[in-house]
C-alpha cells in the first residue's frame, strides 16, 4: 500500500493517473452518446398538416365535377386547391412542388384560380 502511494505521489504517477483519467472520461462520453443515439425517445418531432388529404380531396372533386358540370365553389367553396405566400406574387397549386419552401403559416389558400388571380397573385411557372 506505502508503495502504491508513493508511486501516485511521484511526477510519474501523475502523469500517468492523468492519462486513465483522460482515457475513462473519453470512454464514458463515447458510450452517452451511443447510448443516446440508440435510444427509443428521438426527442422533438415537429409534424405538418399533410397536403395529401388535400390532394385526395381535389382529385375527387374533378372526378365529381367531369360526371356533374358542377363548378369546384358551389361543390366545396373551402377547397383549398391552390395556395401562395402572404409575401410573395406566386401562387401555386397544391400538388405542386414548386411552393414546399413556403411555412404553413405564411401561406394563404384559394379554392379557384380566379380567386388567387383576384388577390393579385400570377401562377408560378414551375407549376405550369
Not at 493517473?17 to 464514458?28: E, P, T
Amino acid at each position: 500500500m506505502e508503495k502504491i502511494k508513493q508511486f501516485v505521489q511521484s511526477e510519474k504517477g501523475k502523469d500517468i493517473m492523468v492519462i486513465i483519467i483522460v482515457i475513462l472520461v473519453g470512454l464514458g462520453s463515447f458510450e452517452l452518446g451511443r447510448l443516446s443515439k440508440d435510444s427509443a425517445s428521438s426527442g422533438i418531432k415537429i409534424e405538418y398538416p399533410s397536403q395529401e388529404a388535400s390532394v385526395i380531396s381535389a382529385v375527387e372533386t374533378s372526378s365529381l365535377l367531369e360526371n356533374t358540370k358542377i363548378s369546384p365553389t358551389v361543390l366545396n367553396p373551402t377547397a383549398k386547391n391552390f395556395f401562395a405566400s402572404n409575401r410573395g406574387k406566386k401562387y401555386y397549386s397544391v400538388g405542386c412542388s414548386g411552393g414546399k419552401t413556403i411555412k404553413q403559416e405564411n401561406r394563404v389558400y384559394f379554392a379557384t384560380k380566379e380567386q388567387a388571380e383576384n388577390a393579385g397573385y400570377e401562377l408560378s411557372s414551375s407549376c405550369r
